[in-house]
């Protein structure tokens, strides 16, 4: 290497160019071998939080980058400890061991001339190159034109980085059997905020589609339901169903042999479950399924359906799906629990709960559809040209929609429905919390309404106990309030004020309320709490709801948000943002003309002018200061917690289509992707999305989601040139 001194070139000249070690030498049988074992690592690895076909190998990235960074050996000892740096500096185990890392970043600081190098990668796709720069301290840009690319960069370089840190969350714990809001302290805010919200939107989806999923009596849980794809048999004098199956294994282990028997019974192909409680028959090959090459064989008249006319069948929508069986976990015999998988037959009640899923989800898909403005369930079409999948074979498929069931539908919009209302209510959060007169926070960016004026008698007098505060709570599940809805609301909240506390403000959104109050006295010295008066009004709101719209289930979330305000200013502010939240959310052009909105003293014009003094004049400057940055930061929070959440659906489009099979080799699931082609699939298991096995929402969220934030967030911070 030459000394920077030595010559007056070219930035290049004086600290870039010297021999690099990598084109002179490099372990490329070892760090070979250290990629391929990297694909068998599951925990941590970022492969695991979204598919991504050509990312290269974390251990190549790192190694290669490394070597191109750091001078050539002079000798054959230093050319020696070299290879094995990098040999180590390879390994997955050492992803994370501060020693390597920091002398990796030592060295190639030193090679450099102290500068911090910085490096850019315009297509980085699924984020392997630069995050292994990061890893190796660079200043590291990265960029793609897929989208989705995009979005797995940020979750992989960017947010870590900026928001893995320690600091407060806030969490609900029970004490005295009351729910209390505590700050705590925690060593990464990301990632448990990422997991409390994880664990918000399942027990969101499981209080709405959970009964959708049933244990069995005795305590089982299904992983998952096993389905044939049938096709009525061409025989005139036969016509039975033929379910398609390659195979009929369910465990096909050298210890456990177990698998569906097909017998027939009044001209209709049955079930049995052979090698589980019967003994498994010699003669009986579960190899030989009734599908083969698309040609099908009735097991009722023994004739054949030609791989033309199956296809023509599924075409003209003549093909059904029929459940045959399903995979256990948490058995028991008597009072011992089974150890591993058990395998029963599909009941009438099965199909039953099937079918009611079946039903909400045409609600729920018109609801949604209304709501978002495009079918939820994917319409786009697929390359119906393209053989390598099913859409180009032949059988009728020809959106993307059509490769999930109807209760896999339904558990996927669910989820993303629960985490648009995660966005949203984390967002509401922000803007409740930074309305606040707080120096350090800014503004909502609401326009004042000029017309608001409140009567100065009518302020609070701050010394009473008790305190005022701002509340908001939502519907569940996206229940939308209807003009019928928001009337009950609006008089259930009237009905309580000047008994339980004193109303400031309130407006009825569609599908949230905020409320200013003040809790009265209960009885000498004590006040109504706030966990009392919000019971009152949205148990006695919701009943009437019910009532009057004939309508079952839950209006309100358990949960509201409350905080109290500090003086007049914050408490103005807090009305503002009540009587402009219709205005905002584009309801109305007018406030005047929006009939759920209630503040006290606020009399349009018709007070005589000395007796009001306006709203505005009151409000502190940084209110009326554009959004400020640290509610941008905020904002930016949000986005990439429900970012990593968003991955989950997307892994389920994996995990739980009509294109995953039970293998029974492994007793697991293949998904939609093991293959680099989306081929037809004849019988398919559909996953339990509630169980803890195998593929549910729970695991996902822990293995997919959690495990890989928690490796990156551990990567040593970049110092960034200012
Ligand atoms: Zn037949």
């Known amino acids: 290497m030459k000394n920077p001194q030595e010559t007056k070139m070219n930035f290049f000249e004086n600290d870039m160019n010297f021999k690099r070690f990598i084109e002179v030498s490099f372990p490329v049988k070892e760090v070979s071998e250290e990629s391929?074992?990297?694909?068998?690592?599951?925990?941590?690895?970022?492969?695991?939080?979204h598919i991504w076909w050509a990312r290269r190998p974390l251990a190549s990235s790192r190694a290669t980058a490394y070597a191109a960074l750091i001078p050539a050996p002079e000798n054959n000892l230093e050319w020696d400890t070299k290879r094995q740096n990098i040999e180590n500096l390879a390994k997955w185990e050492n992803s994370l061991n501060r020693t390597i890392i920091e002398k990796a970043r030592k060295d190639i600081l030193e090679a450099n001339g102290g500068k911090p190098l910085k490096v850019l990668d315009p297509f980085s796709g699924g984020g392997s190159i630069p995050l292994e720069c990061l890893r190796l301290g660079l200043e590291t840009y990265a960029n793609d034109?897929?989208?989705?690319?995009?979005?797995?960069?940020?979750?992989?370089?960017?947010?870590?980085?900026?928001?893995?840190?320690?600091?407060?969350?806030?969490?609900?714990?029970?004490?005295?059997?009351?729910?209390?809001?505590?700050?705590?302290?925690?060593?990464?805010?990301?990632?448990?905020?990422v997991k409390k919200w994880g664990n918000w939107i399942l027990e969101e989806a499981k209080k709405e589609i959970g009964k959708f999923y049933p244990p069995d009596k005795d305590g089982s849980i299904p992983v998952g339901y096993i389905w044939a794809r049938t096709i009525p048999c061409q025989n005139p004098s036969c016509g039975a169903e033929i379910p398609l199956m390659r195979q009929f294994w369910l465990a096909k282990k050298d210890n456990k042999k177990v698998a569906l028997k097909p017998y027939v019974k009044d001209k209709k192909v049955e079930f049995e479950i052979v090698g589980q409680n019967k003994p498994f028959p010699k003669d009986f090959d579960p190899e030989k399924g009734t599908v083969r090459r698309a040609i099908a064989t009735c097991l009722v008249c023994g004739s054949?359906?030609?791989?033309?006319?199956?296809?023509?069948?599924?075409?003209?929508?003549?093909?059904?799906?029929?459940?045959?069986?399903?995979?256990?976990?948490?058995?028991?015999?008597?009072?011992s629990p089974v150890k591993g998988k058990t395998y029963r037959l599909a009941t009438e009640k099965d199909l039953e709960i099937f079918k009611e899923a079946e039903k909400y989800l045409e609600e729920k898909r018109e609801k949604l559809m209304d709501e978002w403005g495009i079918d939820p369930v994917p319409d786009e079409s697929m390359n119906t040209d393209d053989p390598t999948t099913v859409a180009g074979r032949g059988y009728g498929f020809k959106v993307w929609g059509d490769l999930f069931n109807s209760r896999q539908k339904l558990a996927l919009i669910t989820f993303v429905e629960k985490i648009r209302q995660a966005y949203r209510i984390l967002n509401e959060m922000i803007d409740t919390e930074n309305s606040g007169t707080k120096t350090?926070?800014?503004?909502?960016?609401?326009?004042?309404v000029k017309e608001?004026?409140?009567?100065?008698?009518?302020?609070?007098?701050?010394?009473?106990?008790?305190?005022?505060?701002?509340?908001?709570?939502?519907?569940?599940?996206?229940?939308?309030?209807?003009?019928?809805?928001?009337?009950i609301v609006f008089d259930s909240i009237k009905f309580h004020n000047n008994k339980k506390y004193e109303l400031y403000a309130c407006v009825i959104?569609?599908?949230?309320?905020?409320?200013?109050?003040?809790?009265?006295?209960?009885?000498?010295?004590?006040?109504?709490?706030?966990?009392?008066?919000?019971?009152?009004?949205?148990?006695?709101?919701?009943?009437?709801?019910?009532?009057?719209?004939?309508?079952?289930?839950?209006?309100?979330?358990?949960?509201?948000?409350?905080?109290?305000?500090?003086?007049d200013n914050e408490l103005l502010e807090k009305m503002n943002y009540i009587v402009n939240n219709p205005v905002k959310g584009g309801l109305v052009e007018k406030i005047e003309d929006y009939k759920w909105v209630y503040v006290m003293g606020w009399v349009n014009d018709e007070v005589?002018?000395?007796?009001?003094?306006?709203?505005?004049?009151m409000m502190p400057a940084q209110a009326r200061m554009p959004v400020a940055p640290i509610n941008k930061i905020k904002k930016e929070y949000a986005k990439a917690v429900v970012s990593y959440l968003g991955f989950i659906p997307s892994r389920m489009a994996d995990t739980n289509s009509t294109l995953c099979h039970w293998d029974g080799t492994w007793e697991k699931i293949s998904t939609t992707f093991a293959r680099q082609a989306l081929p037809m699939n004849w019988d398919y298991i559909e996953t339990n999305v509630f169980s803890d096995k195998g593929y549910s929402y729970s695991n996902i969220l822990e293995n997919n989601i959690l495990n890989v934030l928690s490796h990156l967030t551990q990567i040593p911070p970049v110092e960034v040139e200012e």
């Open 452 to 487: 608001f004026r409140i009567y100065k008698r009518n302020l609070p007098h701050w010394e009473q106990p008790g305190g005022i505060y701002f509340i908001t709570f939502r519907t569940a599940n996206g229940f939308t309030l209807s003009a019928e809805a928001k009337n």
């Open 440 to 448: 350090d926070s800014g503004s909502t960016g609401f326009q004042p």
């Open 145 to 193: 034109y897929n989208p989705v690319a995009v979005l797995i960069l940020k979750c992989t370089l960017e947010y870590p980085q900026k928001f893995g840190k320690p600091g407060e969350i806030e969490i609900e714990t029970e004490s005295f059997g009351k729910k209390v809001k505590e700050k705590t302290k925690v060593q990464n805010v990301l990632l448990e905020d």
């Open 608 to 617: 005589e002018p000395q007796a009001m003094m306006p709203a505005q004049a």
């Open 36 to 49: 391929s074992r990297e694909k068998n690592i599951r925990h941590g690895h970022i492969s695991t939080l």
């Open 509 to 567: 959104m569609p599908d949230h309320v905020h409320l200013i109050l003040q809790p009265l006295e209960k009885t000498k010295n004590a006040f109504y709490s706030i966990a009392e008066i919000m019971h009152s009004i949205k148990s006695y709101s919701a009943n009437q709801i019910n009532i009057q719209l004939g309508r079952k289930g839950s209006v309100w979330l358990d949960e509201s948000f409350d905080r109290i305000l500090r003086d």
């Open 304 to 335: 054949t359906v030609d791989d033309k006319t199956v296809r023509k069948l599924f075409q003209e929508g003549k093909a059904g799906q029929r459940m045959i069986a399903v995979v256990l976990h948490h058995g028991r015999t008597g009072a």
